[in-house]
């Protein structure tokens, strides 16, 4: 994946963030090497 693509990618992680928490979900966001994970269930 590009620079570029990985930016946008990120963008639009923190957007949908924001906005489930604008809606009082809570919600973690698990880092690791190549994978972004959503959600509340143990990763």
Known sequence: MTFE???KKKINLKN???K???KGINVRI???P????MGNQNA
């Open 16 to 18: 949908i963030v924001e």
């Open 30 to 32: 698990c880092k690791r």
């Open 5 to 7: 693509a990985r930016k």
């Open 20 to 22: 489930l928490q604008k």
């Open 34 to 37: 190549n994978f972004k994970y």
